[in-house]
């Protein structure tokens, strides 16, 4: 003879989980939804709760005293003897500086902007979020480098003298292993299945 909660136990295997209605307390977190359904006070309290985390591994920084705000980023005219002289004022210090190089700050942000899109392509799920993102970095190569590139191949064609074509030839060449280092950039953050 069974016992009832043996019966009980038994009958409970027949009843498929899915079949069971949702229970009254149970509710509805979206998978996009960055708060996990948190109440506002919930929500409050977890922030809260990081900041003061965070803050822990600055504590011995925040008791030190805050001194008086500066005038501004002026360097003044000093001499040894000053209050405000320093290295960063001095005629070695200003010499030593490079100059800025814009066109090779303008490749890396464009090299960057090819990771985030190859980055993105990898993350996506979605057969058409890929397809757009590959189709956003075709766009991208096309405006950034191979309509000036046609541009270029064009003119070189076009001219007769030897100097300008071998300078034509030299930005082609510049242009074209700036687009194999953005597709070997795509390779390497994009999927290979693509």
């Keep these: 003879m069974k016992t009832a909660q043996h019966v009980g136990c038994e009958v409970d295997t027949w009843i498929a989980e899915e079949e069971m209605p949702a229970s009254a307390q149970l509710k ?4 996009n939804d960055p708060d996990y359904g948190l109440t506002e006070d ?3 309290e977890r922030n809260e709760f990081i900041q003061w985390y965070l803050l822990q ?3 011995p920084l925040l008791s030190v005293p805050k001194q008086a ?4 980023f002026y360097i003044p005219q000093v001499d040894v003897t000053s209050a405000e002289y320093s290295a960063f004022n001095t005629h ?3 010499e030593g500086l490079k100059p800025f190089n814009n066109f090779g700050y303008a490749m890396k942000k464009i090299m960057e902007r090819i990771r985030d899109l190859a980055i993105l392509h990898s993350s996506l799920s979605s057969e058409e979020g ?5 189709r956003r970095y075709e766009a991208f190569l096309e405006a950034r ?3 000036r590139l046609a541009q270029l191949i064009e003119r070189c064609q076009m001219t007769a003298d030897p100097d300008r074509k ?10 074209t292993r700036r687009i194999i280092e953005a597709k070997r950039i795509w390779e390497r953050y994009a999927p290979w299945d693509s």
């Design 145 to 147: 480098f191979r309509s």
């Design 57 to 59: 591994d600055y504590v």
């Design 69 to 72: 705000a500066d005038a501004g």
């Design 130 to 134: 890929r397809l757009n993102t590959q």
């Design 28 to 31: 509805v977190i979206r998978q």
């Design 92 to 94: 070695d210090f200003q």
């Design 166 to 175: 071998l300078e034509l030839r030299q930005k082609i060449a510049e242009l």
């Design 42 to 44: 919930e929500l409050d």
